[in-house]
T-cell receptor, first 113, second 114 residues
Framework: EADIYQTPRYLVIGTGKKITLECSQT?????MYWYQQDPGMELHLIHY???????EKGDLSSESTVSRIRTEHFPLTLESARPSHTSQYLC????????????FGPGTRLTVT | AQSVSQHNHHVILSEAASLELGCNYS??????LFWYVQYPGQHLQLLLK??????LVKGIKGFEAEFIKSKFSFNLRKPSVQWSDTAEYFC????????????FGKGTHLIIQP
C-alpha cells in the first residue's frame, strides 16, 4: 500500500545527542517536505526537496539538516539536540504537478531533556 | 510573508448542528487553498482544495468551503456534523513563488458531543 512512514513516532533524548528522524514514502513522489509544529501552533516548513540531491531551506530557520540520496527517503538530522528542538516533526510528499496536494506522515514527537 | 488565520481554536458542537470554521489569509496574489483534517491518532489528510474556477468546492465527508477573494477567506462548512467529525482542522495556503511548501493556520480543535 502506498504510504508515507516516519520513525520513530516518539523520541525522548538527552541534550547534546545526535538524532536522525526517518521519513520514507512508497508513492514515488519527487517532492518531499519537513514541517515543524509546536503544540497549539502552526506547522512551519523547515526543509524541502525537489528530488534526489536537491535540498532547500524552508520558511522557518532550523538547525537541522536533511539529505535526499534516494527518491523515497528524506531523513532529518540534528547534530546536537537541545531542549529548544522539542517539537513535532511532520514529513510530507507530493507528485510534481499535483497542484501542491501534499500527503503527510504520522509525525515524530521529539522531546529533548 | 503570507499568513493564515483561523479564528476559532476550540469549537464544541452537538451532533446535527451546522458547522462553519473561519479561515483568512494575507496575500494579494494568486493562491491555492486547502483544508486538512487530523482525526485522533491519524495522519493529516486532505479534506478539500481550491485552485481555480467555481469558488464553492466540495470535499470528502460532506464538507465544503467557499473561496471569497474580496474577503481573503476560505471558510469550511458542513450542514450537519457527526460525532466522527471530532478532529483538528487546518487551513493552508500556497502562494505563487517563494518556498515550495504550504503555510498553515494554527488549527481548530473541533469536538462533537453526541
Amino acid at each position: 500500500e502506498a504510504d508515507i512512514y516516519q520513525t520513530p513516532r516518539y523520541l525522548v533524548i538527552g541534550t547534546g545527542k545526535k538524532i536522525t528522524l526517518e521519513c520514507s514514502q512508497t508513492m514515488g513522489h519527487d517532492k518531499m517536505y519537513w514541517y515543524q509544529q509546536d503544540p497549539g501552533m502552526e506547522l512551519h516548513l523547515i526543509h524541502y526537496s525537489y528530488g534526489v540531491n536537491s535540498t532547500e531551506k524552508g520558511d522557518l530557520s532550523s538547525e537541522s539538516t536533511v539529505s535526499r540520496i534516494r527518491t523515497e527517503h528524506f531523513p532529518l538530522t540534528l547534530e546536537s539536540a537541545r531542549p529548544s528542538h522539542t517539537s513535532q516533526y511532520l514529513c510530507a510528499s507530493r507528485e510534481t504537478g499535483a497542484m501542491y496536494e501534499q500527503y503527510f506522515g504520522p509525525g515524530t514527537r521529539l522531546t529533548v531533556t | 510573508a503570507q499568513s493564515v488565520s483561523q479564528h476559532n481554536h476550540h469549537v464544541i458542537l452537538s451532533e446535527a448542528a451546522s458547522l462553519e470554521l473561519g479561515c483568512n489569509y494575507s496575500y494579494g496574489g494568486t493562491v491555492n487553498l486547502f483544508w486538512y483534517v487530523q482525526y485522533p491518532g491519524q495522519h493529516l489528510q486532505l479534506l478539500l482544495k481550491y485552485f481555480s474556477g467555481d469558488p464553492l468546492v466540495k470535499g470528502i465527508k460532506g464538507f465544503e468551503a467557499e473561496f471569497i477573494k474580496s474577503k481573503f477567506s476560505f471558510n469550511l462548512r458542513k450542514p450537519s456534523v457527526q460525532w466522527s467529525d471530532t478532529a483538528e482542522y487546518f487551513c493552508a495556503v500556497k502562494v505563487g513563488g517563494g518556498a515550495d511548501g504550504l503555510t498553515f493556520g494554527k488549527g481548530t480543535h473541533l469536538i462533537i458531543q453526541p
